[in-house]
């Protein structure tokens, strides 16, 4: 029987790598942990967040738009998030009309997009078990 261990890594496809680049560091505050050059001006760069990794890369042609999935980063303090982002001018997604923020029983969280259109979960759990 086949048993998944973990998640490897979560990866984006982008289009333009400088500007992902600028993006994930300069806004998201993410350090850099590989860069590995497949061809000419085809990059994977990887970004090590606690046990997991997120990847973006411009390999495919045509590079597809996002929308469907996304990644939860995990935060200590989702107002101080916002405010950080709003600072940096980027606008979070309405979930509805005048809202941001969704409130769950287990957690509240909101949506950013990178230059891509890549879905970016800003989450914070409200049980410190998670």
Request: with cysteine.
């Amino acid at each position: 029987m086949l048993k998944i261990k973990d998640i490897a890594f979560t990866a984006y496809p982008v289009t333009d790598v400088s500007r992902a680049r600028a993006f994930y560091s300069r806004v998201l505050g993410l350090k850099e942990t590989m860069a590995y050059e497949f061809g000419p001006g085809k990059w994977w760069i990887e970004y090590d967040i606690g046990h997991g990794t997120l990847a973006l890369h411009n390999i495919m042609e045509p590079a597809p738009e996002g929308k469907g999935a996304n990644i939860a980063l995990e935060v200590e303090n989702l107002d101080d998030a916002l405010t950080h982002f709003k600072t940096l001018g980027v606008a979070p997604h309405e979930i509805k009309p005048g809202t941001v923020i969704m409130d769950s029983p287990a957690c509240r969280f909101f949506f950013i997009s990178d230059p891509d259109g890549n879905n970016i979960n800003i989450h914070q759990c409200k049980h410190p078990a998670h």
